[in-house]
């Protein structure tokens, strides 16, 4: 049966509802998140705002302080939501390095049969261009791919997110191109949330002191919710406040938290600084980029590719077609292999005119037929008759030098044919 991408992703997302959501590894601490603003809310409403339903003209105006809770903190989840469940903008990694990025040394080299073959390099980083100025990418050896400029491989996501920002506990996700807008949306928006309960249980502690015409402590003993709620959105407060600070000053700037972080250390001029106005347009006035995911597809197996040592030659394909140069290279050893067994049978004559002397039968004509394809058949070489010590005085054995001559023939006919000429 066929799997989904988000089946055989290599990261370390979670994914629910067939890859519809995907979260972080750490998406568990997504439930503490909701418990810290849930259930404020559900105090706040019940001992809070339910006391000043009435303490407003008209009658039933205080019902409304109920309404915008209910109605403020489910904005909130919602941006908590499209931050946390959502592509923060992984880049797709490749199964293999591409052809593409190697690129051969000439300046090393390896010593292979006694030749000097350059060696195959990969640059582990190149230089591209932004607003016209280079920036340096770096090589991501997980991913198998040149990081995207502003991209970075987040370590407990295990993925190369583009416009890395963070990777936030919190919201048990990534923060990058494709959730920012949300997560600052979230920030501000729950910094907002705190403000407004911390104001209406200051307010119900007002209210209590001018009905009873106490002193604030005795307010206080009347709604210790109200106090309970005031301390923990002054707190709340100034977490939250100061991370909506700092990422209007990055989005001011136009950086992200690790680009702020890592220029500290390392100095350098920011090239995608467009002005405070335009960088907080590209931020919330841009249309956010579809993914490059589509975990919910079927996954193609990869053909592989033929290697040449994987690669059997059928003779019966032969026969039909083929590579004639294969072809002529593998006719070639066979010929070499008959010329070795011609030459062999030449010594072996040899020896026997010498043991028959004068009184044996003059040779027949010897033929070697070098075989060049099953299609071509080459020129035969033919050796000349071969002559004995025929007519000659008995104790003479030598051999005349016509037969070293047609020897001497037989090998450089052999040596000067060349593929080229066999084909045609």
């Known amino acids: 049966m066929a799997k989904r991408v988000y089946e055989v992703c290599k990261g370390s997302n979670k994914f629910i509802l067939g890859g519809r959501l995907i979260f972080g590894p750490d998406a568990r601490s997504l439930l503490v998140t909701l418990l810290l603003i849930i259930v404020p809310i559900i105090i706040f409403c019940v001992f809070v705002a339910r006391h000043l339903r009435h303490e407003f003209d008209p009658y039933n105006a205080g019902y409304a302080i109920i309404v915008v809770a209910i109605v403020f903190t489910i904005h909130v989840l919602v941006l908590l939501f499209l931050t946390s469940a959502r592509d923060p903008g992984i880049i797709p990694r490749n199964s293999h390095p591409s052809e593409e990025d190697f690129r051969y040394d000439s300046s090393t080299s390896v010593d292979i049969g006694g030749r000097q073959t350059p060696s195959l390099q990969f640059p582990r980083t190149k230089e591209v261009l932004v607003n016209g100025l280079p920036v340096r990418v770096k090589y991501c050896n997980t991913c198998m791919l040149y990081r995207p400029p502003r991209c ?74 109200s106090v309970i709620l005031m301390a923990y959105c002054f707190i709340s407060f100034w977490f939250l406040g100061g991370l909506t600070g700092f990422h209007l000053y990055l989005i001011g700037t136009n950086q992200t938290t690790y680009e702020n972080f890592r220029y500290r250390v390392d100095p350098r001029s920011n090239v995608f600084n467009r002005g405070c106005v335009n960088n907080f347009l590209e931020v919330f006035c841009t249309k956010v980029k579809p993914s490059k995911n589509n975990f919910r597809a079927y996954v193609q197996e990869e053909v592989k590719r033929p290697t040449p040592t994987a690669i059997i030659r059928n003779p019966e394909q032969d026969d039909l077609g083929g590579d004639p140069r294969a072809k002529v290279e593998d006719d070639l050893d066979i010929g070499e292999d008959l010329l070795k067994i011609s030459q062999r049978r030449n010594i072996e004559i040899d020896e026997d005119i010498r043991s028959k002397g004068s009184n044996g039968p003059p040779h027949n004509t010897l033929e070697i037929d070098y075989v060049l394809g099953s299609d071509h058949r080459a020129p035969t070489i033919r ?26 023939n037989v090998t450089e006919s052999r040596s000067y044919v060349t593929p080229r000429e066999a084909h045609q």
């Open 152 to 225: 970075s491989h987040c370590s407990i996501c295990n993925n190369c997110v583009e416009r890395f920002d963070h990777h936030c506990p919190w919201v048990g996700q990534c923060i990058g191109l494709r959730n920012y807008r949300y997560f600052f949306m979230f920030l501000s928006s729950s910094t907002l949330l705190c403000i407004y309960v911390f104001s209406i249980s200051a307010l119900c502690i007002k209210v209590l002191m001018d009905d009873h015409h106490g002193t604030v402590w005795k307010a206080m003993k009347e709604s210790p919710a």
């Open 383 to 408: 050796s000349d008759t071969r002559h004995s010590s025929w007519g000659r005085r008995s104790e003479s054995w030598e051999i005349a030098p016509e037969v070293l001559a047609n020897t001497t």
